[in-house]
């Protein structure tokens, strides 16, 4: 048993939510993860979407567990010798700023590789090489240039983006992977080297399927789609409701008590090998000699009417009811849980997936744990950071700095 990433330091010049999420993860798996702020402000989410007046918001809390926090400004004399020795001593260095912020503070690539040949500089950035390079980017505009939103909505509405934050932290897990790869490199290599993700090829990667799609317009109408076979396919690839995006056709049904509770819905697929089962269950055993039904090709073009029968029994029974009686038969199906549901599931506390951390500010609160698990390496998974809580800590214990040192940067405001 030990930590994955013990004894890897991690320079974390992250801010929001993309970057943060990547060194979140890194810290989890046992990094020691130094996370430098502005002096006086902080990671401006500290401050954004509070619930406890005051203290820090858990838009920040939930992404910063498990790290050390120092204050610095990297633009002032002494600032930047004390960054120097940070990039010195640490091993990697993540940051997530408007393209040509580090640069600005005198740190471009070339410089850092000089001072530490070792280290590897991962970045986060809306847009690669191109057109947009310079641009700013949060979540939502990266899931509408990454394909997410003109694939996503009802068939005739407008483009929807998705809850599930695959610009942002859909980016930092991509950069994860980017950054231990360059780590496992540098064991054979002796060189660190620089990790770029930008967010649009982040989100075009979690939307590889409709790529694909767009591909099989070029030979006739997408028959899983709900658009087949009365509505028009156009040249690009259309939004599809709720329906998979497999081999394997599904659609969202109504459950008991749907009138009251917005969530009693559930997810059935109808797969190939399950589709007996299913027919069955429902009291549609007749579809199983019926030519219009009994193949997965002759079911296509009669997908609505089928989800509606299938629909017409969901509705008699609750979302687990339905989960108890499909999961023994092999039918794949998930109940739309809320997340309140998931907050208080005892299964995902359990696994460390969701955890309660004490906070001595601003009490308990919930945060998704480590999804990646490793058999002999726990997760490490504790309370953010205050503002600068660890910054004597650093200079003194890492950066061997002594009294003098240190009154002389916090009068210059450095610290
Ligand atoms: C997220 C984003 C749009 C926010 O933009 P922003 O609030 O204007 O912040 P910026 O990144 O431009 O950086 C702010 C400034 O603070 C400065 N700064 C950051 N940390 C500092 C520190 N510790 N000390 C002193 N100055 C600091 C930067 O140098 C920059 O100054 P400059 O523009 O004069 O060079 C932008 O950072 C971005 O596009 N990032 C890349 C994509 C991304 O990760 N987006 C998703 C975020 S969830």
């Known amino acids: ?147 997410a939103a003109s694939t996503t909505g009802e068939i005739d509405g407008v483009p929807m983006v998705t809850g599930a934050q695959i610009g942002d932290s859909g980016t930092g897990i991509h950069l994860v992977a980017g950054i231990l790869a360059a780590l496992y490199h540098r064991e054979k290599s002796g060189r660190g080297q620089r990790v770029t993700c930008a967010m649009q090829d982040a989100v075009l990667n979690l939307c590889r399927v409709k790529l694909r799609d767009q591909q099989r317009l070029a030979h006739g109408p997408l028959k899983e789609y709900p658009q087949y076979p009365g509505g028009k396919f156009g040249a690009a690839v259309p939004r599809a409701g709720n329906a998979s995006g497999g081999g394997h056709p599904g659609w969202v049904v109504k459950c008991k008590g749907w009138e009251k509770d917005p969530d009693a819905y559930i997810y059935m697929i109808t797969q190939l090998q399950a589709f007996p089962a299913l027919a069955e269950v429902i009291g549609r055993k007749d579809w199983l000699e019926n030519p219009d039904y009994n193949t997965p090709q002759a079911r296509l073009p009669r997908l609505k009417e089928i989800f509606a029968e299938i629909e017409r029994w969901t509705m008699t029974k609750t979302k687990f009811e339905v989960m108890a009686i499909c999961n023994p038969l092999n039918i794949p199906c998930g109940p739309i849980l809320s997340m309140k549901e998931i907050a208080e599931e005892p299964a995902l506390r359990a696994t460390g997936t969701v955890v309660e951390v004490d906070h001595p500010k601003r009490g308990k609160y919930l945060t998704v744990g480590n999804p990646i698990k490793l058999s002999d390496s726990p997760a490490d998974v504790r309370r953010s950071p205050f503002l600068g809580e660890h910054t004597d800590e650093i200079l003194r214990g890492m950066l061997g700095m002594n009294d003098a040192q240190i009154e002389a940067a916090k009068a210059e405001g450095a610290i």
């Open 1 to 147: 048993m030990g930590k994955a990433l013990e004894g890897v330091r991690i320079l974390d010049m992250t801010h929001v939510q993309s970057g943060p999420t990547c060194t979140q993860i890194l810290a989890y798996m046992g990094a020691d993860v130094i996370k430098v702020e502005k002096p006086g402000e902080g990671d401006p989410t500290r401050g954004q979407l509070r619930d406890v007046p005051g203290e820090d918001s858990l838009y920040f809390t939930m992404l910063n567990g498990s790290k050390r926090a120092i204050t610095l400004n990297p633009k002032s004399k002494a600032g930047k010798e004390i960054f120097t020795k940070l990039i010195q001593q640490c091993d990697v260095m993540v940051e997530n700023f408007a393209p040509g912020a580090i640069d600005r503070m005198g740190f471009p690539w070339e410089r850092i590789q000089e001072l530490n040949p070792r280290m590897i500089y991962a970045s986060i950035k809306g847009f690669g090489d191109g057109p947009f390079e310079d641009c700013k980017v949060y979540e939502n505009v990266a899931q509408c240039t990454g394909g």
